[in-house]
């Protein structure tokens, strides 16, 4: 009976030391799956880098203050106000404005000096101080002037009618103004509301003025 106990014993305790070695065989298994999958999505991630920007530009952790060539051609002065900058954050390509860089219509970052000249219409010409004349003041003073930035100008003989440049001897014939005529360079203009009594001692409330460039 005694030796019946014992063998009893020893099979429970080999089926249990199977189970055991078992069982610690498919943990084992399991946590070498597990990790090898985890060093697999490790090894496979993207490595941050910096990015590639092209000629002329300039890597910069702030949204870029660029000018285009057409502004830079004209003189304009872009300002760049409240730049929003990312210590931890993504970077951007910029085109350095006071580089003297500017962007042309490829979007690619050019010297200012290889800007294209904008196209004029028929009659203009680009000017880098235009000063166009009128059908009533053909030649004005324009040294009187400082609003004038680079632009299309009237050609030489062209003067300027509704903002299309016209042949000076095509324009119509002048009629009689309300200021019984005006000195060269000025025109007889009509001051509507109050200041028609304003100028209430100038006939029909019209008065002879330096005409502008800057209006036309």
């Given amino acids: 009976m005694r030796q019946m106990w014992n063998r009893g014993i020893m099979k429970f305790v080999v089926v249990v030391w199977l189970a055991i070695t078992t069982l610690c065989d498919t943990v084992a298994d399991a946590q070498s799956t597990t990790t090898t999958k985890l060093l697999s999505i490790s090894t496979s991630s993207p490595i941050s880098g910096g990015i590639t920007c ?12 660029e000018q285009d060539c057409d502004t830079a051609v004209r003189n304009i002065t872009t300002i760049c106000v409240g730049q929003v900058c990312f210590d931890d954050g993504p970077e951007f390509c910029e085109c350095p404005i006071e580089k003297g860089f500017a962007r042309n219509c490829d979007d690619k970052c050019v010297a200012v000096s290889e800007c294209p000249i904008p196209g004029c219409l028929t009659g203009e010409e680009w000017s ?17 002037f400082d609003c004038l ?13 509704y903002s299309q440049c016209i042949p000076q001897s095509t324009c119509p014939p002048k009629k009689e103004d309300h200021c019984g005529g005006c000195p060269a360079g ?9 200041w028609s009594w304003f100028f209430g001692f100038f006939p029909g409330g019209h008065s002879c003025e330096w005409y502008s460039p800057c209006d036309v």
């Fill in 54 to 65: 092209g000629p002329n530009e300039e890597v910069t952790k702030c949204l870029p203050c």
């Fill in 128 to 144: 880098d101080s235009p000063c166009d004349g009128t059908c009533e003041v053909p030649q004005p003073n324009c040294s009187l």
């Fill in 149 to 161: 930035l680079p632009d299309c100008a009237c050609k030489p003989g062209y003067v300027r009618f």
């Fill in 186 to 194: 000025q025109l007889c203009k009509h001051h509507p509301g109050w």
